[in-house]
């Protein structure tokens, strides 16, 4: 079945690295997401990964996936305080032609200060 | 990327009522448009793919009757909450893409 797991929370001091990890389990996926949602607001897009891609880097952000391991992790450098949020990753999943996302469970962000 | 906004943006109203909520794509042709719940602290839940002039594709356990979509044109998907009740109240967003999804600024229905 499809199924996309994550910690729930994480707490880091400002200007700490974070890491937040994702496990999936339909090996299908075309590509990996990360979103980050903020207090009562919608999802913003961080970033994606191909899934025929082992790293992707966009300037504080860096994406890791083991496609063998199922395993996504997004690193934020220098992590602000503006970064506490909650983060989802997501996969999307191709059925003749037919678009669908995978949500992760989320997980809390708490930097402090 | 698409812009993507919902109208209302929070409603309260009350139990045995229909709540109409819009999701409109303002840049971008959608054939095709997804509707999500989210309740407090969990994560987000497709209910149902929206299809451009056909009917409406549904999650298993989502009840067809009680949450009506209508996508009459490329830019307007309607998520109509039938006979809203208070276990109705979520936090309902839209997305609209393909490979990368945009999403709307979520609407809050609360039922009293």
């Known amino acids: 079945g499809e199924d996309v797991e994550q910690s729930l929370f994480l707490s880091v001091r400002e200007g700490d690295s974070s890491v937040i990890n994702c496990t999936y389990t339909?090996?299908?996926?075309?590509?990996l997401y990360w979103y980050k949602q903020e207090p009562g607001a919608g999802l913003q897009l961080l970033t994606y990964?191909?899934?025929?891609?082992d790293m992707k880097q966009d300037q504080r952000l860096t994406v890791l996936l083991n496609k063998k391991d199922k395993h996504l992790s997004l690193r934020i450098a220098d992590t602000q305080t503006g970064d506490s949020a909650i983060y989802f990753c997501a996969e999307s999943l191709t059925t003749s032609g037919t678009y669908k996302y995978i949500f992760g469970t989320g997980t809390r962000l708490k930097v402090l200060a | 990327g698409a812009v993507v906004s919902q109208h209302p943006s929070w409603v309260i109203c009350k139990s045995g009522t229909s709540v109409k909520i819009e999701c409109r794509s303002l840049?971008?042709?959608?054939?095709?448009m997804f509707w999500y719940r989210q309740f407090p602290k969990q994560s987000l839940m497709l209910m149902a793919t929206?299809?451009?002039?056909?009917?409406?594709?549904?999650e298993q356990g989502v009840e067809k009757d009680k949450f009506l979509i209508n996508h009459a044109s490329l830019t307007l998907s309607t998520l109509t909450v039938t006979s809203a009740h208070p276990e109705d109240s979520s936090f309902y967003i839209c997305?609209?893409?393909?490979?990368?999804?945009?999403f709307g600024p979520g609407t809050r229905l609360t039922v009293l």
């Open positions: 990964i191909f899934s025929n891609m």
């Open positions: 929206s299809n451009e002039g056909s009917k409406a594709t549904y």
């Open positions: 840049d971008f042709q959608a054939t095709t």
């Open positions: 339909d090996s299908s996926s075309t590509y």
């Open positions: 997305s609209v893409g393909t490979n990368e999804q945009f």
